[in-house]
């Protein structure tokens, strides 16, 4: 059976409550998801999952430092994640704040390691976007994106 990994890093609460939003849609989708924060995850475990989905604050453009060491540690695992599908969301405070720069920092770390991307021709194309809390709009594309995911998955998974 197909199982995923949602990781999220928050200072503030508001990228916890994108990931377990978007978790929540995939296992709505029939997706065995687990949503956990950066600190509790480890390597093996996201070897492990057959998609992974990472959220980060924007911070000056880029991932927290907390998401960023978790993927640098990965580096002893490449070649293994090959093939699984992966996402990525952030929370920022300003809509010209580094969204997009944040987002495609960890795609990029994403796609190096041969992960298959989800991205989206409606609504935020490269990952879910919160300014502060998820609003409305927000919450909408932090489930459209984990059905997506979840669909992908099990498409890929068959």
Partial sequence: ??????????????TKLMAEMIS???????????CKAVADVTVE????????????????GQM????????????????RFD???GGAFTSAVNV???NETTL?????CLLVHGFVIQGDPQGDHYGPVSLS??????????KRFGKRIAQLTLKLAE
Avoid: F, W
């Fill in 133 to 142: 809390k998820p609003n409305e709009r927000a919450q909408k594309q932090c």
């Fill in 64 to 79: 927290a430092g907390e998401m960023k060491k978790l993927l640098d540690e990965t580096v002893k695992r490449h070649g």
């Fill in 1 to 14: 059976m197909a199982k995923a990994l949602v990781i999220y890093y928050s200072r503030s609460g508001n």
């Fill in 24 to 34: 929540e849609a995939m296992n709505e989708g029939n997706l065995d998801t687990e």
């Fill in 104 to 108: 495609m920092g960890i795609l990029s």
């Fill in 96 to 98: 010209g704040g580094g």
């Fill in 45 to 60: 475990e996201m070897a492990e999952a057959d998609a992974v989905v990472l959220g980060s604050p924007t911070y000056y």
């Fill in 83 to 85: 093939g699984k599908v």
